[in-house]
């Protein structure tokens, strides 16, 4: 069963340069990997901006994680 199946993810939202997918709760000390595949038109290889995860109601509360390499064939 994939993660919305699960109701991890409640939605997502699809914009030109971005995913952002709303997850319904993340257990502290418990990692939570999402692996996404997509089908490139183009081959490229580069770096993603930094990614974000805040409490939707509480702003303050969130963490970011570095920049990551992307190679995509």
Known sequence: AGLVEEKLIQSYDLTGRQ???YVER???G???RLEVRMKA???VAVSSPRSEAYLYYDPEVRDTVAPARVEVR
Request: net charge positive; glycine share 0%.
């Open 19 to 21: 995913v952002i997918i």
């Open 30 to 32: 418990k990692p939570l």
């Open 41 to 43: 038109k183009f081959p």
């Open 26 to 28: 993340i257990t502290a």
